[in-house]
């Protein structure tokens, strides 16, 4: 009898650990394939040799973003529009970074912690939409100029 709740115990919870492994593999697939084709149109279009991050930003229209060096060994940001492919091309030296963007909310917001900061494009400008929360355990989104680093639009208390 002992030996049998055992062994029951055992299989359940390996179903459930394959489950659970399953469930969150399927989960990253639209990550892993959106980054793999933006990769792909970084390499034709701008020649990027590595990848060293990506970006997912879902602003009035969603964007893919890819940090990266091309064959010059220059750094760049290579923002492909999800809809169309349109591509624009950044060079990291004529922007603010991404930690940059991150100090900006910080000083400028104060939060408690900084989540994430995703770049994209709003109204035809290049923008870093930093994601972070507050202290009373609400979200916010500080969009800012990767240009300027000029404030844009906040989204607090979500």
């Keep these: 009898m002992k030996k049998n709740v055992i062994v029951g115990t055992v299989v359940l919870l390996f179903l459930m650990i394959v489950s659970?492994?399953?469930i969150f593999y399927?989960?990253?697939?639209?990550?892993?394939?959106?980054?793999?084709?933006?990769?792909?149109?970084?390499?034709?279009?701008?020649?990027?040799?590595?990848?060293q991050d990506f970006y997912w930003y879902n602003g009035s229209e969603t964007y893919?973003?890819?940090?990266?060096?091309?064959?010059?060994?220059e750094e760049l940001y290579v923002i492909i529009k999800k809809d169309g492919g349109e591509t624009t091309i950044l060079n990291t030296a004529e922007v603010i970074t991404e930690s940059e963007a991150k100090s900006?909310?910080?000083a400028d917001k104060n939060p408690e912690r900084i989540l994430e900061a995703r770049l994209g494009i709003e109204n035809e400008e290049p923008v870093w939409e930093v994601t972070y929360k507050n202290a009373n355990d609400t979200i916010g989104y500080y969009l800012i100029s990767a240009i300027s680093g000029k404030w844009l639009k906040d989204i607090e208390n979500i």
């Design 104 to 106: 900006i909310t910080q």
């Design 64 to 73: 893919f973003t890819l940090a990266g060096i091309d064959d010059n060994n």
């Design 26 to 51: 399927r989960s990253q697939q639209p990550i892993l394939q959106a980054e793999k084709e933006a990769t792909a149109i970084a390499e034709e279009n701008a020649n990027i040799q590595k990848v």
């Design 20 to 22: 659970s492994y399953t």
